[in-house]
């Protein structure tokens, strides 16, 4: 099991680096999330001995019993929070996640700042934005991005680092990934996280700074534990 693992993070980083050259960016300019979700400590265990430290988990309650053992014995390791957050885990994923990727609206805003205010810790944040406006999804919509991303630079400053989407699953994603890119460069945002499994190396060329990269690494998912 930890030799697949460990091959299979060879194996992505292989082609992250070489969509890097094809995009004629930098060897480096794009960074891993190995999404752990559902997996179990020993399957990040495995990540972690093959040199993986940057990780993302979905839910906020799992990633707080899988991951504050980890650090101690990893003080580099980075957790990006990466699913959809309700309002009463803010507290929780501000105590736990070096950056949150789903700030998408402004009641988690508040929720994310008042808890700021009562950790005296601020993670990274990126605005997520629903590309597609889907309805089932979280993500600012299309129409209101400009003026939330506005609004999470004005209250948090350049603790508002970037931009995270997943497309719809049955499209093209590249115009997501461009539209995402143009939104950022318009905000003066440096980061893009955006492609996964199927698409990374598409997000690459148009600019992805982190991809998040789960089943490619840890294989098929266990089913979900029941809903947090
Ligand atoms: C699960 C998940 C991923 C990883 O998806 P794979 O297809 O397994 O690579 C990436 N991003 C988000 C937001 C996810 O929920």
Redesign the pocket.
Do not use: E, P, Q, W
């Given at each position: 099991m930890s030799d697949i693992i460990a091959c299979n993070l060879d194996k992505i980083r292989n082609r992250i680096r070489n969509a890097c050259a094809e995009a004629g960016r930098a060897a480096d300019a794009t960074h891993l999330v190995a999404?752990s979700?559902f997996h179990p400590l020993e399957s990040i265990e495995a990540a972690l001995a093959a040199g993986q430290r940057l990780f993302?988990e979905?839910r906020v309650q799992e990633a707080a019993t899988k991951f504050p053992v980890l650090r101690s014995r990893y003080p580099d390791l980075l957790l990006h929070i990466?699913?959809g957050l309700q309002t009463n885990k803010a507290l929780e994923a501000c105590r736990i996640a070096d950056v949150i990727e789903t700030l998408d609206r402004p009641s988690l805003l508040t929720a994310i700042d008042k808890a700021t205010q009562k950790t005296g810790r601020l993670p990274r944040l990126y605005v997520q934005i629903n590309t597609g406006n889907e309805p089932q999804k979280f993500g600012t919509p299309r129409e209101q991005a400009d003026k939330f991303i506005e609004q999470a630079l004005q209250t948090f400053g350049p603790a508002v680092k970037g931009l995270m989407c997943?497309p719809p699953e049955n499209e093209e994603p590249h115009t997501h990934f461009q539209l995402l890119a143009q939104l950022a460069h318009r905000h003066g945002l440096k980061t893009l996280s955006m492609g996964?499994?199927?698409d990374f190396e598409a997000a690459i060329a148009h600019g992805a700074t982190h991809v998040?990269?789960?089943?490619?690494i840890f294989g098929g998912?266990p089913t979900p534990p029941t809903k947090e």
């Open positions: 999404v979700k993302g979905n990466i699913g997943i996964m499994s199927a998040r990269v789960g089943s490619a998912r």
